[in-house]
């Protein structure tokens, strides 16, 4: 029997200890390219994280079952930012300094905010899939899969308006994301002729929201705006209705949290988002919209589907970065190449994303109402040509 030589001559180099192995990556056949992502895993705010990590996952899993990109396996690994500013800027620093990652998606405004300054000195694409605020554009090394606060609250402020209210009160939370959206839903009401009648915040940890009520009810407003994420929404609209505010409750990102904690109070709140159109006829977005059904039994809302996304999306820029003979492990070489196609494919209700040169997105906007402990669409909005 013929012995090969090559094993031979690996496993003495490997007790003599004068040469190393060959990579792990070469022995096994597909190169693994891996990339970060900051959710809220814990806190208020930690439903939200799950549905934005089933959207990862299953993107993963997606190119993964088909042979990967090029030669490339995707990983993800996944940081808990706890829905707080100090825990993006400790998450991003795990992703940068630790794992080395030369993308990562990132969600909430704070978080987002936080973060840009160390992808931007460590040459890290940043894709935000969460976020809103409009100071989140014309930032270097950031792109939103993710409507901006203007555009995000202005239906609701025509909504709010063309239903009678002529005053409104605000509570939002003490972050980038609620004095943002704050100022986006003021600016558009007050253009249409309404007037602000009282204006309340509260810090991200607040469970007993009494007191801003309380104010606010003496104000008796038309309507009450509300920023909030997660379980927080419940429990505001949940008070809200216990102190007898009879206001119209609206807000932008409405969560599973809103039903599920606030129960019967949610009942007529209207809400802004993403639209997702189940009955869309692009074959991409029917064929996720179907098989996230199928998993899980529920069409997926927004943050379910711009993870997905930006999966998809960054193993198109791994492919055109390997096209071009460019080594998709930098992050420079992923950021040309999104600026050669900053286009990709919208999973939620179909067509294309087309990134601006501000760095923020177009799509459909939807505007949905609790009714009967379910969304329902009442309006979709179409984005300007």
Do not use: C
Request: net charge neutral.
């Amino acid at each position: 029997m013929r012995l090969s030589v090559i094993p031979l001559i690996a496993a003495f180099a490997l007790v003599a200890g004068n040469v190393h192995p060959l990579p792990l990556q070469a022995q096994t056949g597909p190169k693994t390219f891996t990339f970060g992502a900051m959710f809220p895993l814990s806190g208020p705010a930690a439903e939200i994280g799950e549905e934005f990590k089933r959207g990862l996952d299953m993107a993963i899993d997606d190119v993964n079952s088909k042979g990967g990109i090029d030669g490339w396996q995707l990983k993800s690994v996944v940081v808990d930012h706890k829905g707080t500013a100090l825990g993006g800027a400790q998450a991003m620093n795990q992703l940068v300094n630790l794992d080395k990652v030369p993308f990562v998606l990132t969600t909430f405004t704070g978080v987002a905010l936080t973060a840009q300054p160390i992808a931007a000195q460590n040459s890290v694409l940043l894709m935000n899939v969460g976020g809103t605020s409009n100071n989140l554009l014309g930032k270097p090394w950031l792109y939103n899969d993710q409507v901006m606060g203007d555009p995000l609250n202005q239906p609701l402020a025509q909504y709010s308006y063309d239903n009678r209210a002529r005053t409104a009160a605000l509570l939002t939370s003490e972050d980038a994301y609620g004095k943002d959206d704050g100022i986006a839903f003021t600016t558009a009401f007050t253009k249409l002729g309404g007037k602000i009648v009282a204006s309340e915040t509260f810090p991200l940890t607040t469970t007993d929201f009494t007191a801003q009520l309380t104010k606010i009810r003496a104000s008796n407003p038309d309507v009450l705006y509300i920023v909030a994420v997660g379980d927080t929404q419940g429990l505001l609209v949940k008070q809200a209705r216990a102190l007898d505010v009879k206001a119209n409750i609206v807000g932008p990102l409405p969560t599973t949290g809103l039903i599920t904690v606030g129960g019967r109070a949610a009942e007529g709140f209207v809400g802004s988002g993403i639209a997702v159109d189940p009955t869309t006829k692009d074959p991409a977005a029917k064929a996720f919209l179907a098989a996230f059904k199928a998993k899980y039994n529920t069409v997926p809302e927004w943050d379910a589907g711009t993870p997905y996304e930006a999966v998809h999306f960054l193993a198109s820029l791994i492919h055109e970065t390997v096209r071009s003979g460019g080594d998709p492990r930098s992050g420079a070489a992923l950021l040309k190449a999104l600026e050669a196609h900053p286009v990709f494919q919208n999973y939620l209700s179909g067509g294309q994303v087309h990134l601006l040169s501000d760095h923020g997105s177009v799509r459909a906007l939807q505007l949905q109402q609790v009714k009967d402990g379910k969304y329902v669409t009442i309006k979709v909005v179409q984005p300007p040509k």
